[in-house]
């Protein structure tokens, strides 16, 4: 592993430059979705990486690092679905909704890549 912190991992760079795009884009959503829809996808979208940052801090206990891990998975995928709704109410255009889509899907294979491969990370 060539990882010295988090902020190294690729995914934590995809997830960062995906939740700062959410952060742009959401900013033309109604107003009346402010404490809803905008809240909810912004929400979700910046927690990917918080996540990750916990389970790097947390490499020291293999199922702490997992559990973390399996959150931000969990995450990216409530994102995905905070897309598809702003698409459904045409709040995001299809080109955008399937970029995010394919690109939140990568963030979940490399997630799962690092659970899978968690002894690698974990070891001292």
């Not at 912190?5 to 795009?21: A, G």
């Not at 809803?36 to 947390?58: F, H, M, N, P, Y």
Request: glycine letters at 2%; aromatic letters at 10%; a positive charge.
């Amino acid at each position: 592993m060539h990882a010295k912190s988090f902020k190294d991992l690729e995914v934590y760079k995809l997830t960062r430059q995906l939740s700062l795009e959410i952060f742009e884009t959401s900013k033309s959503f109604p107003k009346e979705e402010m404490y809803s829809l905008t809240d909810q996808i912004r929400r979700s979208s910046r927690s990917v990486g918080a996540q990750i940052a916990e389970a790097w801090a947390k490499r020291r206990y293999i199922k702490h690092f997992v559990s973390k891990l399996t959150d931000a998975d969990g995450e990216q995928q409530e994102t995905q679905h905070w897309i598809e709704t702003a698409h459904d109410c045409k709040y995001l255009s299809t080109n955008i909704r399937t970029d995010w889509i394919e690109r939140y899907s990568s963030v979940g294979r490399m997630l799962n890549s690092m659970i899978t491969k968690a002894d690698r990370f974990c070891s001292s």
